[in-house]
């Protein structure tokens, strides 16, 4: 027995390596119904403009109705008009009567991307209880109650989709956003396990972790504390070339691992080294993001109080260092935008 020792070990290994290496057969979306929550502005607007240029019947959904009305005008000038309807995803009864409505109007769901999120900015000193639970209410529990919502229909067809969207901030938690880190960590966490326990009913489960975006997102966003302070820093982030993706060029790649059914994508160079670094030196970058946190702004300002960051410009943002991000949420629904639902 011991001379087929090495033999096993091989052909195990071997085996592992397939495993690891094998993809789905690529998924195209012509015909394919796709279900975007968060679809009205942002990432989730351009991803639909993607997919209905590519021949995709989309629905999207956000709580606002005259946003996700606008959205839908602007889809419906790269293909087949989409259905743009308003819903709480916190609320799982919403999702279960959004996902019929889809099937009414277009047939089973083939693809969902949980896309709608929210992001608030500031020192652990300013965020609230409140806070940890509005940002897990949706960045979490908005995904899972729309999973469940299209679940039954995928396993009975064993084919389906499922997109996550989750973070950077759900792989390494970054200073002054702990809510939104925690409940893209529990999104990831989830996402993950989700694919392992869904791919023997044919469904094929992707997480997605953006770096720095230009979507045009922080008007949007919330900031507590000395809220134009952080909204400098957090917005000119968001706008810089070298650090950032553009939306079409962050949805591209979405779209693409969807189609390839990867486990994992993290979108960016910088996210991507950020992530690899961790791992191999916690201790060091535990100490430079310390280092971080000492350098952002301090608790003070409207303290708990939350102020959109439309509401939180200053003589440094906007400024020339936002001119891309300015120029994407012109592009992207994010200047007329209300409320705090985000892609």
């Known amino acids: 027995m011991n001379r087929f020792g090495p033999v096993a070990l091989a052909l195990a290994g071997a085996g592992l390596w397939f ?62 008009a989409p259905l743009a309807l308003p819903c709480d995803i916190t609320r799982p009864e919403d999702l ?28 652990l000193e300013t965020m609230t209880r409140a806070d940890f639970e509005e940002a897990m209410n949706i960045n979490f529990w908005g995904a899972v109650n729309a999973v469940e919502a299209v679940l039954p229909r995928m396993r009975e067809r064993r084919d389906g989709r499922i997109v996550n969207i989750s973070s950077i901030g759900g792989k390494v938690s970054v200073p002054h956003l702990l809510p939104y880190s925690a409940s893209k960590f529990a999104l990831t966490g989830y996402s993950h396990g989700l694919r392992a326990e869904l791919a023997r009913h044919g469904i094929v489960v992707t997480t997605i972790c953006p770096g720095l975006m230009r979507t045009g997102s922080p008007p949007n966003a919330m900031f507590k504390g000395q809220h134009r302070k952080e909204y400098a820093w957090f917005s000119i ?90 120029q994407a949420a012109v592009r992207n629904n994010e200047v007329a935008a209300a409320g705090v639902e985000a892609g």
């Open 19 to 80: 495993l690891a290496r094998r993809r789905f057969p690529t998924y195209g979306f012509r015909g394919k119904v796709v279900l975007i929550t968060g679809g009205s502005r942002g990432l989730g607007l351009v991803m639909a403009r993607q997919l209905a240029k590519q021949g995709a019947r989309v629905a999207i959904c956000a709580r606002d109705l005259a946003e996700v009305e606008r959205a839908g005008a602007d889809i419906a000038a790269y293909g087949e």
């Open 96 to 123: 279960h009567d959004l996902v019929r409505a889809v099937e009414a109007h277009f047939g089973p769901v083939d693809v969902l991307i949980n896309n709608a999120g929210i992001i608030a900015v500031g020192p």
């Open 237 to 326: 982030s968001d706008s810089l070339p070298l650090l950032t993706l553009s939306a079409e060029e962050a949805a591209r790649q979405v779209l693409d691992a969807c189609r390839h059914g990867l486990a994992e994508k993290i979108l960016s160079l910088p996210a991507q080294l950020a992530v690899k670094f961790h791992a191999l030196f916690p201790e060091v970058a535990a100490d430079l993001l310390s280092l971080v946190s000492y350098l952002l702004p301090g608790p003070g300002g409207v303290g708990t109080e939350t102020r959109l960051g439309s509401e939180s410009t200053s003589s440094v943002s906007p400024s020339v260092l936002t001119t891309l991000t300015e």
